[in-house]
């Protein structure tokens, strides 16, 4: 059974600042590292993925750094506005079956003014 | 949206009675997935199917089954309802090994 390490559980950063939040996993069956955003009351949505043939994606102010020696990966939020406020989760596919996606305990940010 | 709805939105049932939520999609997804999200656990897997009448377990499936015998339904049921298995329910959809579209849930509550 995957295994994945997500911290921390809850963070609180102040307008403009630099949110981080990390994952570890066991192993994995492709390189699909994924972070998914969820707001109160809706379904998780991706936020962005690395296919680790880099090792740092940037989408606007969302980044992901992967570390594959380490098996770990991270999503740093910069610049942070209180409409980034979300629960945020990091998954990884199953060894031996690709389709199954093992998620992290979520983090919940809090972005105050 | 990616073309899933669940239903229902939300139940309130009595312990010992059968559940059925439905997911629906119109996406012609390969795969679909049953997940239930409890504070402090995250997203676990309940069950998934990777074709019609092809389904397999998650890491919570005890107390869980599931069918698929349509490409855009999976359905997930609750033989006899217990109070641990009051959560919100999701449903995703998938293609090959890329995102995970999901559902807006399903909050259930086990009286």
């Known amino acids: 059974q995957q295994q994945v390490k997500q911290s921390p559980q809850s963070l609180i950063v102040q307008k403009g600042g630099i949110s981080i939040i990390n994952c570890a996993y066991e192993?994995?069956?492709?390189?699909?590292f994924p972070w998914y955003q969820q707001f109160p009351g809706k379904g998780p949505a991706l936020l962005i993925a690395?296919?680790?043939?880099?090792s740092e994606k940037k989408e606007g102010r969302f980044t992901i750094s992967f570390n594959k020696s380490a098996k770990q990966f991270s999503l740093h939020i910069m610049d942070s506005q209180p409409g980034d406020s979300a629960t945020y989760f990091c998954?990884?596919?199953?060894?031996?079956?690709?389709?199954?996606?093992?998620f992290g305990t979520g983090t919940r940010l809090q972005v105050t003014l | 949206d990616a073309g899933i709805t669940q239903s229902p939105r939300h139940k309130v049932t009595e312990t010992g009675t059968p559940v059925t939520l439905r997911c629906h999609q119109t996406?012609?997804?390969?795969?679909m997935y049953w997940y239930r999200q409890d504070p402090g656990h995250g997203l676990r897997l309940i069950h998934y199917?990777?074709?019609?009448?092809?389904?397999d377990k998650g890491e919570v499936s005890d107390g869980y089954s599931v069918s698929r015998s349509k490409t855009e339904d999976f359905l997930l049921t609750l033989e006899s309802a217990t109070s641990s298995q009051t959560s919100v329910y999701f449903c995703?959809?998938?293609?090959?090994?890329?995102?995970?579209?999901f559902g807006q849930g399903t909050r259930l509550t086990v009286v």
């Open positions: 995703a959809i998938r293609t090959v090994v890329t995102e995970a579209f």
């Open positions: 192993n994995t069956a492709f390189d699909y």
């Open positions: 690395i296919r680790p043939d880099v």
């Open positions: 998954a990884v596919p199953n060894i031996g079956t690709a389709s199954k996606l093992t």
């Open positions: 996406e012609n997804h390969r795969y």
């Open positions: 199917s990777y074709g019609v009448k092809d389904t």
